[in-house]
């Protein structure tokens, strides 16, 4: 569950990017300063179609607005083929070397 914690972070990045809470709701119909203000003081949860609209309001994935570590799912296609390769590579002991 949500609570201040997530309005405090969100609030953080609004305002990080110069945004006032008037400028940040420009589609009323998704988001109201009023609803905005709610969430941000923690009295209010966001609904999912909502968070997605901050995160993309915001120019971050949901998973950042979240404040979640980067999963393995993002990381791009090479690195994780690099990964792959080296973890198949047999492992030498100090006194093979």
């Given at each position: 569950?949500?609570?201040?914690?997530?309005?405090?972070?969100?609030?953080?990045?609004?305002?990080a990017?110069?945004?006032?809470?008037?400028?940040?709701?420009?589609?009323?119909?998704?988001?109201?300063?009023?609803?905005?203000?709610?969430?941000?003081?923690?009295?209010?949860?966001?609904?999912?179609?909502?968070?997605?609209?901050?995160?993309?309001?915001?120019?971050?994935?949901?998973?950042?607005?979240?404040?979640?570590?980067?999963?393995?799912?993002?990381?791009?296609?090479?690195?994780?083929?690099?990964?792959?390769?080296?973890?198949?590579?047999?492992?030498l002991?100090?006194?093979?070397l």
């Amino acid at each position: 569950m949500l609570g201040q914690d997530f309005g405090h972070r969100l609030r953080e990045l609004r305002l990080a990017q110069g945004l006032t809470k008037e400028t940040f709701c420009d589609d009323k119909k998704v988001l109201s300063v009023r609803q905005l203000t709610r969430i941000e003081s923690g009295k209010s949860q966001p609904k999912l179609e909502t968070l997605d609209h901050l995160a993309k309001r915001l120019n971050i994935s949901v998973s950042e607005l979240l404040g979640e570590k980067t999963s393995v799912l993002q990381m791009p296609v090479m690195l994780l083929a690099l990964l792959n390769r080296k973890l198949r590579q047999p492992i030498l002991l100090k006194e093979q070397l």
